[in-house]
């Protein structure tokens, strides 16, 4: 088979659509991103290969809270890059206990299980889940359960599109890993009716990102919290894109005043530099795992504990969690104007939002597609919702930039 070549004769692309054309031949299809090559990036901006500058307004998820390339989070990792970056968990390291310490104390957790991605932190926690249900709840072998939520998105491993209900996420990637049980997300009573003796966990995402930035009604996490409670059951909270201050507080839990049993922390965790991501909760729970039965050889390693510590110091200020409440108030005024006048609902808090397009609108890639060419950049979900999650370090008068260019695109 011929294979050609796109490229200029100097054999490196020297403008967006080169750059574009090489990820489509060479780069697996997984993604469809915007035709947006970004070069360069400081704080709540990027620039592209041909010098243009864009708004961040979905910092990679919520993994760049802290903006691109934030001064200490790059010292951070200059630093440890000098000494040593990796040992495996053959060996201790200088870094990994005071990051596991740093974290659990921020936390307001006893122990720490460093890991990469969210995926991975989401798939340490149900095994954890099931093991503490064998060894302490009692639960007969291979009988174990753990209770999710409809519409949830927690990775894109295998176990975790077993128990999707995203059509996208499963298709073609059966046969599926048994041992889940899917409820309505925000239904107490379907919660309840779903919990049995085999029970070992339920998970929640506290805020539903994937889905559009769904929030529970109010109550709904504290009677979660009952109802694992009065049956025995942990409570895994996923928040790996609504933690380390997306909402206004450390986690999303926190503005119910609810504790979770395990939590899955993950990309803001790693700064936007490293994949860093950990399981934290009580110590009796992850304390069932012993040597040899999970495991990673990059998680917790040296260069990604010194940059998780770095962002531990950033979020103990409270400076980024009182950022997201006062700016995420004005931008969630800002977006509400609309609603009526081309958006239809606006979910969320803190700095992070769902624009709902009203009917007749444009879809949600067409509409993300305009925004780019306002020098705005945004990603849809599910077709009709934008979601809009900017750098924690993004100004008031960034903030209106980019909402004049959401409210021109819908046609308000």
């Not at 709904?220 to 507080?249: F, H, K, M, W």
């Not at 103990?316 to 969630?332: D, K, M, N, V």
């Not at 444009?362 to 999650?389: I, M, Y």
Request: hydrophobic share 40%.
């Amino acid at each position: 088979m011929t294979v050609t070549d796109d490229r200029p004769a100097t054999g490196a692309p020297s403008t967006a659509a080169e750059y574009v054309a090489l990820d489509e031949q060479w780069s697996t299809h997984n993604y469809h991103p915007l035709p947006v090559v970004i070069a360069h990036a400081e704080g709540a901006w990027v620039t592209d290969v041909a010098g243009r500058r864009y708004l961040d307004f979905l910092s990679g998820y919520s993994a760049l809270n802290f903006g691109h390339r934030h001064p200490e989070l790059v010292a951070a990792a200059v630093e440890q890059l000098n000494r040593v970056t990796l040992t495996s968990r053959a060996f201790h390291h200088d870094q990994m206990g005071l990051f596991c310490q740093e974290l659990a104390e921020l936390t307001g957790t006893e122990l720490v299980l460093p890991m990469n991605s969210g995926a991975e932190a989401v798939e340490s926690a149900i095994k954890v889940a099931r093991k503490w249900a064998y060894r302490v709840k009692g639960v007969p072998e291979d009988a174990a359960r753990i209770v999710v939520a409809g519409s949830n998105f927690h990775g894109r491993t295998t176990t975790i599109v077993s128990f999707s209900t995203d059509s996208t996420a499963r298709a073609d990637f059966g046969p599926f890993t048994p041992g889940f049980t899917v409820v309505k997300y925000g239904d107490v009573h379907d919660l309840e009716a779903a919990i049995d003796e085999h029970t070992a966990a339920v998970l929640v995402e506290p805020i539903q990102g994937e889905a559009g930035v769904v929030v529970p009604p109010l109550g709904y996490l504290r009677a979660v919290r009952r109802i694992c409670d009065d049956n025995n059951v942990l409570l895994i909270a996923d928040e790996i894109q609504s933690g380390l201050a997306r909402t206004g507080d450390l986690l999303a839990l926190d503005h119910e005043g609810v504790r979770a049993d395990l939590y899955t922390l993950g990309k803001a965790l790693g700064g936007g530099i490293m994949p860093v991501s950990a399981v934290v909760g009580r110590r009796d729970v992850l304390g069932v795992l012993r040597p040899g039965e999970h495991g990673s050889t990059f998680g917790g390693n040296p260069l990604a504990c010194a940059v998780g510590r770095a962002v531990v110091r950033l979020l103990a200020t409270g400076e980024f969690q009182e950022r997201s409440r006062e700016l995420g108030a004005h931008l969630h005024s800002r977006l509400g104007e609309l609603v009526g006048h081309g958006v239809a609902e606006v979910r969320g808090r803190g700095l992070w939002a769902g624009v709902e397009i009203a009917p007749g609108g444009p879809n949600g890639r067409v509409a993300s597609e305009a925004l780019a060419e306002l020098g705005v950049l945004c990603k849809e979900t599910h077709d009709t919702t934008l979601r809009v999650a900017p750098p924690l370090v993004i100004t008031r008068e960034e903030l209106d930039r980019g909402v004049d260019a959401i409210a021109e695109v819908v046609g308000a």
